[in-house]
């Protein structure tokens, strides 16, 4: 049976078992560790599945017929992930595009692939393209009329729509929706030390927002999901996220901002004694408890390397206490491909086969290639096979390239899947 987590599915959920909830004051409940060399395939994919008006991608995906679809739906057969987090892929209250996409593409062979069967599934709502009635881009005008780039501007997080660029999680293993944390509505700053944008022109500090946004203002562009897995006997925490972009804002650098802070709230939720302060949309404080497997997944716009972002962004994720230090998935494609598009990848300081993003090379313009989507994991209770995670980003001369294409218009999506199999073990 199909599992489909609609926001008032999780409001009951949660009603029901807030008890259930993990925090840093109360230890998780605990299920018994699951039996050593059980193997899961975890991956994250921004889908590139968003469209410019709503409704659109649910018309796109009613018949088996959409190219860009089915070579999305490809890619996810070829790997065969277990556990998969979707971004960029638009959000209806219903979950019809979501079911749309199951049931045409990945529940049908792609040239074939073996289908895809995702019996499992969780969605919410995003602050994507919903109205925050402030004028939060400073205009002068307050945009509440969904369908322009102002109003995108003026939203929680950008979109012209509401849940335009969202995100979804498949799964062949059972979610605890009991237990699901969504934290859709954690306010900005509410954050200790939040990194408020300043208006350079006033000499008052942290002021680029007004205080009347500032009590309304979100934290995450999109949502922060903590989905518990339960695989075989064991619990894992999905931690999907996708925070906004650095760049498209001026000398305040307020999405760059953001975009450190939304990475640094996984930083701390995983983190035992960091984590107080957090608090989920049904009220429930704290974090990850100490000693629980999680998986951090998602499209996070923050390069250790390269790009806009501000400095040290991704690193609180990478060099987390509770993350395992584990190579970056790679490809082999990525670095032919920066070699053949040339411009701004030739300037950059980061290896080209851990990039899944292909961005504009315009060395004026372009950010060239970079490292954006993870596949973090704790280091206790879960383990790397030895060389088995990736980045599926085939070069010219290799089988499937046809499912990448070289560049724009895109031909799937201009950034790349990535997985990593990870062993279920007991620390």
Request: net charge negative; with cysteine; proline share 7%.
């Amino acid at each position: 049976m199909r599992v489909l987590a609609s926001l008032a599915a999780l409001l009951l959920a949660a009603c029901s078992g807030e008890q259930a909830s993990t925090s840093a004051d109360e230890p998780e409940q605990a299920v018994e560790a699951a039996a050593p060399e059980l193997t899961v395939r975890f991956a994250t994919y921004n889908t590139y599945l968003n469209r410019p008006a709503e409704g659109v991608l649910q018309t796109d995906l009613q018949t088996p017929d959409n190219v860009q679809a089915r070579k999305v739906a490809e890619i996810i057969q070829r790997i065969a992930p277990d556990v998969l987090v979707l971004n960029e892929f638009d959000y209806d209250e219903a979950g019809a595009g979501l079911r749309s996409f199951q049931e045409n593409y990945l529940e049908v062979s792609q040239n074939g692939a073996a289908p895809a069967i995702y019996p499992y599934v969780f969605v919410a709502p995003s602050n994507t393209g919903l109205a925050s009635d402030h004028d939060l881009n400073r205009d002068g005008v307050v945009t509440t009329e969904p369908g322009s780039r102002a109003y995108g501007g003026d939203a929680f997080g950008y979109g012209e729509f509401p849940g335009q660029y969202a995100m979804a999680m498949l799964s062949k293993y059972p979610i605890d929706a009991t237990a699901v944390r969504t934290f859709q509505t954690f306010l900005w700053k509410d954050m200790p030390g939040a990194l408020l944008p300043d208006d350079p022109a006033t000499p008052e500090p942290a002021d680029w927002y007004s205080a009347e946004a500032l009590e309304d203002f979100r934290l995450s562009s999109k949502n922060y999901w903590d989905v518990p897995v339960i695989i075989g006997a064991s619990r894992v925490h999905v931690l999907a996220s996708h925070p906004t972009p650095p760049g498209f804002d001026g000398e305040e650098d307020r999405n760059g901002k953001r975009n450190f802070d939304e990475n640094r709230f996984w930083a701390d939720y995983i983190t035992d004694g960091k984590s107080g302060y957090i608090y989920d949309d049904m009220g429930v404080t704290g974090g990850l408890a100490a000693g629980a497997r999680f998986v951090i997944m998602g499209d996070l716009n923050a390069d250790p390397n390269d790009g806009g972002a501000v400095e040290g962004s991704i690193s609180q994720l990478l060099n987390a206490p509770a993350v395992a230090q584990a190579p970056a998935p790679t490809s082999r494609g990525g670095v032919v491909q920066a070699s053949l598009q040339g411009g701004a990848n030739l300037t950059q300081i980061g290896d080209a086969s851990e990039d899944p993003a292909d961005f504009n090379d315009n060395p004026e313009r372009g950010v060239g290639n970079l490292r954006l989507d993870v596949v973090l994991y704790s280091k206790f209770g879960l383990r790397q096979r030895e060389g088995a995670s990736g980045i599926f980003w085939p070069g010219p001369e290799d089988e499937y390239y046809d499912l990448i294409g070289p560049g724009f218009p895109v031909e799937s999506s201009d950034h790349r899947l990535v997985w990593r199999d990870l062993l279920i073990v007991d620390d």
